[in-house]
T-cell receptor, first 114, second 112 residues
Framework: NAGVTQTPKFQVLKTGQSMTLQCAQDMNHEYMSWYRQDPGMGLRLIHYSVGAGITDQGEVPNGYNVSRSTTEDFPLRLLSAAPSQTSVYFC?????????????FGSGTQLSVL | DAKTTQPNSMESNEEEPVHLPCNHS???????IHWYRQLPSQGPEYVIHGLTSNVNNRMASLAIAEDRKSSTLILHRATLRDAAVYYCILIKSNFGNEKLTFGTGTRLTIIP
């Protein structure tokens, strides 16, 4: 069982470039989400989805887009990368959006924007 | 959204119990108390969760105050591998469009 898989692990971008961070889970989880982690800031929610075709904004959505065309995949798109988006990005999933469910996290993508 | 408050850092000696506190005075009746930990250069991993009663699993125990305004994660015998940042978060019973917010957690250092 692979769990939550994030690719790539590392990425360097130039300002203005676009890219997609991939997240896939094989646990048939309905809830998926993206976080960014900056030093001293904890984890901040970017976007989340409670099921295929349903997405919503989190705490820091500006500069990011998401879509959820399948249950398994939840890609995060950076439209025009900025140095302020240098961070570690984590994808998480849960069987449902119920409080008794565990969250499963991927191993992260370290992104540097020059 | 209900918030949690944790100490920034704690130290403990190896092979001794560790008690990590979390205050959540604005908790609502439908909020679950979850604990996650993050080892260096890894994503967070689930530790334990509970609603009202104390909970035990192979990793830890969770003690929940009777008024639910605070909780304590207990590592019964700390090892060096338990050195991590521990996050206490509240998750509603049906969080629908609710945002899950992780704070800065407690950085636990284990002293050999």
């Amino acid at each position: 069982n692979a769990g939550v898989t994030q690719t790539p692990k590392f990425q360097v971008l130039k300002t203005g470039q676009s890219m997609t961070l991939q997240c896939a889970q094989d646990m048939n989880h309905e809830y998926m989400s993206w976080y960014r982690q900056d030093p001293g800031m904890g984890l901040r929610l970017i976007h989340y989805s409670v099921g295929a075709g349903i997405t919503d904004q989190g705490e820091v959505p500006n500069g990011y887009n998401v879509s959820r065309s399948t249950t398994e995949d939840f890609p995060l798109r950076l439209l025009s990368a900025a140095p302020s988006q240098t961070s570690v990005y984590f994808c998480a999933s849960s069987y449902s959006n119920r409080g008794h469910e565990k969250l499963f996290f991927g191993s992260g993508t370290q992104l540097s924007v020059l | 959204d209900a918030k949690t408050t944790q100490p920034n850092s704690m130290e403990s000696n190896e092979e001794e119990p560790v008690h990590l506190p979390c205050n959540h005075s604005t908790i609502s009746g439908t909020d679950y108390i979850h604990w996650y930990r993050q080892l260096p250069s890894q994503g967070p991993e689930y530790v334990i969760h509970g609603l009202t009663s104390n909970v035990n699993n192979r990793m830890a125990s969770l003690a929940i105050a009777e008024d639910r305004k605070s909780s304590t994660l207990i590592l019964h015998r700390a090892t060096l591998r338990d050195a991590a940042v521990y996050y206490c978060i509240l998750i509603k019973s049906n969080f629908g469009n609710e945002k899950l917010t992780f704070g800065t957690g407690t950085r636990l250092t284990i002293i050999p």
